[in-house]
T-cell receptor
Framework: AQKVTQAQTEISVVEKEDVTLDCVYETRDTTYYLFWYKQPPSGELVFLIRRNSFDEQNEISGRYSWNFQKSTSSFNFTITASQVVDSAVYFCALRPASGGSYIPTFGRGTSLIVHP | GAVVSQHPSRVICKSGTSVKIECRSLDFQATTMFWYRQFPKKSLMLMATSNEGSKATYEQGVEKDKFLINHASLTLSTLTVTSAHPEDSSFYIC??????????????FGEGSWLTVV
């Protein structure tokens, strides 16, 4: 069985602060994909990143960076110099890469509030 | 990136009527689509997995006769809420499994549909 835990229900920061959203996962699959999605108040889920389990390189995209640590089963997401527009709910997700099941497992989401 | 379009974005219907929500993959073929329901400030609840040309696989506790899913083509899946009741009011989101080298293995979401049953 798969499980994704986002222990932080809500985080509140002031603009320009750095913030890290935690994601810890459990899976018996040897190969899998990890994702992060952003859900602004409008409701649409915006795809941010996909990471393959065999690729532990960290990734940076502008103010966003992701730290994948297979040894601790974590895939944390850091926003540098946060902005008000970053306010949203962020979901971490996991799905197997093989075995025929494409069903993803989502965490409960972390609500990020960035104050001006 | 791949685009998934969901329509309508908002719909209000009377109790007892049926409403259809469409989910289209605009620039890729999606053999697999997922339908989710999301309650306010809650996570996504998977309702069913829809595979093109075959019957949808429903999650435990989801009434398949109430939430009819049809995935008739590689770019379109529909969710019909039959005999809607106020408790069916929710945010419904579809997603599609990308295909091809670039978008493959990534799940892309539609804009979501707010259903209000009065």
């Amino acid at each position: 069985a798969q499980k994704v835990t986002q222990a932080q229900t809500e985080i509140s920061v002031v603009e320009k602060e750095d913030v890290t959203l935690d994601c810890v996962y459990e899976t018996r699959d040897t190969t899998y994909y990890l994702f992060w999605y952003k859900q602004p108040p409008s409701g649409e889920l915006v795809f941010l990143i996909r990471r393959n389990s065999f690729d532990e390189q960290n990734e940076i995209s502008g103010r966003y960076s992701w730290n994948f640590q297979k040894s601790t089963s974590s895939f944390n997401f850091t926003i540098t110099a946060s902005q008000v527009v970053d306010s949203a709910v962020y979901f971490c997700a996991l799905r197997p890469a093989s075995g025929g099941s494409y069903i993803p497992t989502f965490g409960r989401g972390t609500s990020l509030i960035v104050h001006p | 990136g791949a685009v998934v379009s969901q329509h309508p974005s908002r719909v209000i219907c009377k109790s007892g009527t049926s409403v259809k929500i469409e989910c289209r993959s605009l620039d890729f073929q999606a053999t697999t689509m997922f339908w989710y329901r999301q309650f306010p400030k809650k996570s996504l609840m998977l309702m069913a997995t829809s595979n093109e040309g075959s019957k949808a696989t429903y999650e435990q506790g989801v009434e398949k006769d109430k939430f009819l899913i049809n995935h008739a083509s590689l770019t379109l899946s529909t969710l019909t809420v039959t005999s809607a009741h106020p408790e069916d009011s929710s945010f419904y989101i579809c997603s599609a499994l990308g295909s091809g080298q670039v978008e493959g293995n990534t799940i892309y979401f539609g804009e979501g549909s707010w259903l209000t049953v009065v």
